[in-house]
């Protein structure tokens, strides 16, 4: 059965819509549907039953294992197949894991990656007293084990075993240590004592400024550390993880103003070169300081244009200052030609647009990556305000 037949988009809007009864008569109705009940036609090439489990659907799982769900059946996903349990254990918080315990007392198999993530160190010893050549071997992600590890027990147990404490997983190229940003502090500092490399987020995670002392030390580039999608700094090694695991936080300095750790960012800011000084004034608001930064004819000038396009999108009063020193409102995030105006508008931050607007930002420029202009982006989230005024500045 093809995934455009009308049977199987059925079956996917169900399973979508987290509508167990449906499911149920879908396949009393339709004897076919058992047969795709496993495909991978849900996000990231996931099969149903991970689609469910993925966003704590007790109901909808059940429903799928009674009509014949595989608990075992994984993705298509390229970087590496994952299945359903496999979903629950990056970045687990209880209520994953409770989930996650739930699949196994349904039929999930616990390899050496669950086992891992669930912290079950007996079925480690048991899997790796029968294959020890198994111990970093990639798996979901094309993570290891010990990215997984779900305390400092079972890092040291791998560690001891002979996994690679700084192997990177496929998808993201990002290490164990990287990995435990998800909530895993403590694995993450029995990781860097262990001897794993550290980078300057994983410093502030710990608020430990001696460790973000050695770094700068030997890596002074590391302040200007940031991570966004697509885009990823020397200092990670390429890495990306964090993009996904710190919500956001894309500076370590951010990282900390978000972490409320006022030492450590306070540490950072006196450290940090303008471009990162400024987004971070943008974000937090701090009109003063940004009037002391930008106070020097030209310093726009000196921002990359990254760096602009972000101070812009940082707040109404950054964007506000930023254009009076001089910045062009217009600015395009470099990586896909998007405006300020077009996050504003996707957003819903009208006070934001309409700082832009004024400013003379241009409401008519198309984005590189969906061909579309901020009242599009508006529009298309839903912003009937944010529409109203980008409207107010289109030409006639």
């Known amino acids: 059965m093809d995934s455009n037949d009308a049977r199987a988009r059925a079956f996917k809007d169900a399973v979508t819509a987290g509508d167990a009864a449906r499911l149920r008569t879908l396949f009393a109705e339709h004897p076919d549907l058992p047969g795709v009940i496993d495909a991978p036609w849900f996000s990231f090439g996931k099969p149903a039953l991970a689609e469910a489990a993925g966003r704590l659907d007790r109901d909808m799982v059940d429903a799928l294992l009674e009509v014949g769900a595989d608990p ?8 590496g197949p994952y299945s359903a349990l496999h979903t629950l254990l990056d970045g687990a918080t209880p209520q994953r894991i409770a989930f996650a315990e739930y699949l196994v007392s349904r039929g999930a198999t616990v390899d050496l990656h669950s086992a891992a993530g669930l912290g079950r160190l007996d079925r480690i010893e048991e899997i790796l007293d ?3 050549e198994r111990v970093s071997a990639p798996g979901p992600d094309g993570a290891t084990p010990l990215h997984l590890a779900r305390s400092p027990e079972v890092a040291a147990l791998l560690l001891d ?3 690679e404490i700084d192997k ?4 993201h190229s990002s290490t ?3 990995w435990a940003a998800g909530g895993r502090e403590d694995v993450m500092r029995f990781l860097l004592e262990r001897g794993a490399t550290p980078d300057l987020f994983q410093a502030v995670l710990l608020d430990d400024q001696g460790l973000a002392d050695t770094i700068l030390a030997r890596d002074p580039a590391a302040i200007s550390v940031r991570v966004r999608f697509g885009r990823s700094h020397p200092h990670l090694g390429g890495g990306d993880k964090y993009v996904w695991a710190l919500d956001g ?3 370590p300095l951010e990282l900390a103003r ?3 750790a006022r030492a450590m960012e306070a540490y950072l800011w006196e450290r940090a070169p303008l471009g990162i000084k400024v987004v971070h004034a943008s974000r937090g608001e701090d009109e003063a300081a940004l009037a002391e930064l930008l106070a020097e004819k030209g310093a726009v000038d000196t921002l990359s244009t990254d760096e602009v396009f972000l101070g812009l999108c940082g707040s109404a009063s950054g964007a506000g200052a930023l254009t009076r020193a001089g910045a062009d409102p217009s600015t395009p995030d470099p990586g896909n030609g998007s405006t300020p105006l077009h996050h504003a508008g996707w957003n819903g931050d009208l006070q934001l647009a309409r700082t832009l607007l004024e400013a003379g930002a241009d409401p008519t420029v198309h984005d590189g990556n969906h061909d579309s202009t901020p ?3 508006a529009d298309f989230a839903g912003h009937e305000e944010v529409v109203r005024l980008i409207e107010g500045y289109l030409p006639d």
């Open 130 to 132: 029968a294959a020890p």
């Open 72 to 79: 075992d059946a994984r993705s298509d996903w390229e970087a």
């Open 168 to 171: 990177r997983c496929v998808d």
């Open 161 to 163: 075993r002979g996994a």
């Open 375 to 377: 009242l599009g982006w």
């Open 258 to 260: 978000r972490r409320e």
């Open 176 to 178: 164990p240590a990287m």
């Open 249 to 251: 936080a894309d500076t």
